[in-house]
């Protein structure tokens, strides 16, 4: 079957700009996760999504950050005003249940001129 | 959660066994060793987890020492496919604990 998918593979935008991440997961998962991952570094972990709420949003860095799941499937990470250190690969996963093993999508590579 | 230390970087001939050392030694009773890869441009793979009993599937073994504070993931007959950067992570299973705490790997290079 389809695995995670995410969209757009890349995006390249200017400082001050926003951008919208989409993450669609394996059907059926309830669990849904958002990482970025800085060249040279492990995946760091932003947000948690069990069905439609976030239940762990503990990683977004700040308030421009922001993240929704509102049918429980399909998520988008939404990035206001971006930075040139907000430039990353951002990853996407989902599991069968919150505690289940995570299966990962290939990412979206965001650079920010 | 627990932190993990890992060796920077291997070396492994193809055809060979691949011994990939982790040490976990603040782990508690609740947190489980779980192994994921990332081969180059794409997104971490789920290996093998384990708690206190050595483990092992198509992919890979795992063996936990008994006191719990170190642990090797075997790849038994390594290929070139193999080269990636494995991660080991300690991870509670209980509550909401869901996310995965990424440390920097260790990058196995699988030569001819």
């Known amino acids: 079957g389809a695995g995670v998918s995410q969209t757009p593979s890349n995006k390249v935008t200017e400082k001050g700009k926003y951008v919208e991440l989409r993450c669609d997961p394996i059907?059926?998962?309830?669990?849904l996760y958002w990482y970025r991952q800085s060249l040279g570094q492990g995946p760091e972990f932003l947000i948690y999504?069990?069905?439609?709420?976030?239940?762990?949003d503990s990683g977004l860095p700040n308030d421009r950050f922001f993240a929704v799941r509102p049918e429980g499937s399909v998520s988008t990470l939404k990035i206001q005003r971006t930075e040139r250190g907000d430039s990353a690969v951002y990853l996407c996963?989902?599991?069968?249940?919150?505690?289940?093993?995570?299966?990962f999508g290939p990412g979206t590579r965001l650079t920010v001129l | 959660d627990a932190k993990t230390t890992q060796p920077t970087s291997m070396d492994c001939a193809e055809g060979r066994a691949a011994n990939l050392p982790c040490n976990h030694s603040?782990?508690?009773?609740?947190?489980?060793v779980y192994w994921y890869r990332q081969i180059h441009s794409q997104g971490p793979q789920y290996i093998i987890h384990?708690?206190?009993n050595n483990e092992t599937n198509e992919m890979a073994s795992l063996i936990i020492t008994e006191d719990r504070k170190s642990s090797t993931l075997i790849l038994p007959h390594a290929t070139l496919r193999d080269t990636a950067v494995y991660y080991c992570i300690v991870r509670p299973l209980t509550g909401t604990a869901s996310k995965l705490t990424f440390g920097t790997g260790t990058r196995l290079q699988v030569t001819l």
């Open positions: 603040t782990i508690s009773g609740n947190e489980y």
């Open positions: 059907s059926g998962h309830t669990a």
């Open positions: 996963a989902s599991s069968l249940r919150a505690l289940d093993e995570q299966f």
């Open positions: 999504f069990q069905g439609t709420g976030a239940a762990d």
């Open positions: 384990g708690l206190k």
